[in-house]
């Protein structure tokens, strides 16, 4: 038997509150003669997903007819590939959107009772990476700080929701003072780390067997973190990037998501341009607030649940019409960025998907994934497994892994290699 502990010993060992800084570490200089580019992986998920008869064309192949929302995409047809059929199995959670937490993990039954998510896809590239760029990873939202980067642990990795802040992180450089200051936080988060470790230790004898484990856990995370800022102290007296744009402006109208989403969609170049990161993963959220779309009345939430109400359907075609133009603008910027020679968008595997493939009845079968970049070969619908039986997208994930050098045959709940 453990030992039970008061609330005044727990508070004692655990009043150490962690805040610590942004970690920031070397990046490669691109510019050298005889250095590759990079390869990386953007993750874009718009939680809401997208009317699937708008979408998917009739017949596969590389000879498709164009549909409706595809017809925005266009010019950009030979850079990007269409699945049809992918989904993360067991999927059915406590809330109907708990899947937003899960696409970029699969972890199984989202939010029941014992759920614990797993490593998302992006951070097992980050992990890879590790100290190689600036940022191991960046989480964007176009709404608060939850994202659908998780570690190891299950711990989600706040996302940024200020372009202007993390613009300021990745290319504003800090006076001598906010230098001194910095390195201050990092001495202090050092010593912070120190102190919960000594007296988390202390703790073990008196702690159940899953205690014992979860703590067994928590030292893992204080290793990794001193180990990172060890490595970001390095960083302290290393220029940033210098970019030649103003900084950007927060969208303070929680109405105009396309503003939000474009803004995000214009930093995103730019991060990987810098080599500031090579993992971006962003969400795409519902703001409860009527878009500032012509011809829009009602929230995107409750459009997405149309009933097959024509009204209904029409509007929401018009919020999803302009984000996948937004998009558009995107790969637009990737492929004017040169590097080496080669287009950004060449050595950058963007998705572009949902975690859910009928918002109207919450089906998370069936997703829409827009595949592009990255080196592979596009211009193509691809129908994978039935729309009953579906693919692991998790087959699709193992794939972008590889493409970023990482040695694996395995990821989430896949069951091979979805190869493209």
């Not at 990386?40 to 708008?54: D, F, K, N």
């Not at 595949?371 to 596009?378: C, V």
């Amino acid at each position: 038997m453990h030992k039970p502990l008061s609330r005044r010993e727990m508070i004692k060992t655990s009043g150490v509150g962690l805040s610590l800084p942004l970690l920031e570490v070397m990046t490669p200089n691109l510019g050298a003669q005889g250095h590759e580019p990079p390869k990386r992986m953007v993750m874009i998920c718009s939680t809401l997903g997208l009317y699937s008869p708008s979408l998917f064309p009739s017949t596969a192949g590389k000879d498709y007819e164009s549909t409706e929302y595809l017809q925005l995409l266009e010019g950009h047809r030979s850079d990007f590939s269409l699945f049809a059929g992918l989904s993360h199995p067991e999927q059915t959670g406590k809330e109907p959107h708990d899947t937003e937490m899960t696409f970029l993990s699969s972890a199984r039954n989202p939010g029941l009772g014992g759920f614990r998510n797993s490593i998302s896809v992006d951070q097992v590239a980050a992990n890879q990476i590790g100290n190689r760029t600036r940022f191991s990873s960046v989480a964007l939202s176009t709404e608060g700080t939850e994202s659908q980067a998780y570690t190891a642990n299950g711990v989600m990795i706040p996302a940024e929701h200020k372009p202007s802040k993390l613009f300021a992180k990745m290319f504003l450089q800090g006076s001598p003072r906010d230098v001194r200051r910095q390195r201050q936080r990092l001495a202090e988060g050092r010593s912070i780390l120190d102190l919960v470790g000594e007296q988390t230790k202390a703790l073990q004898g008196n702690v159940s067997r899953n205690d014992r484990r979860q703590l067994d856990e928590y030292f893992a995370s204080i290793r990794e973190a001193e180990k990172d800022l060890q490595e970001s102290e390095a960083w302290l007296d290393m220029p940033k990037p210098k970019v030649d744009i103003d900084v950007p402006r927060d969208i303070a109208e929680k109405a105009d998501l396309v503003g939000r989403v474009s803004s995000w969609f214009k930093m995103i170049p730019l991060i990987l341009q810098t080599d500031s990161s090579r993992v971006i993963s962003m969400v795409i959220q519902d703001h409860l607030v009527v878009p500032q779309i012509n011809g829009v009345t009602a929230e995107h939430h409750n459009l997405s649940h149309h009933g097959r109400d024509p009204n209904k359907i029409r509007q929401l075609k018009l919020i999803e019409k302009q984000i996948l133009v937004a998009f558009n603008q995107l790969l637009t910027s990737m492929v004017q960025t040169q590097e080496h020679g080669n287009r950004l968008l060449d050595n950058t595997s963007v998705l572009f998907g949902s975690n859910l493939g009928n918002a109207n009845a919450h089906d998370p079968r069936n997703l829409p994934i827009i595949l592009a970049g990255g080196g592979y070969e596009h211009g193509k619908f691809v129908k994978v497994g039935s729309r009953e039986d579906n693919t692991p997208l998790c087959n699709l994930y193992v794939n972008l892994l590889q493409r970023m050098g990482i040695e694996t045959d395995s990821f989430g709940t896949s069951n091979g290699v979805l190869e493209i």
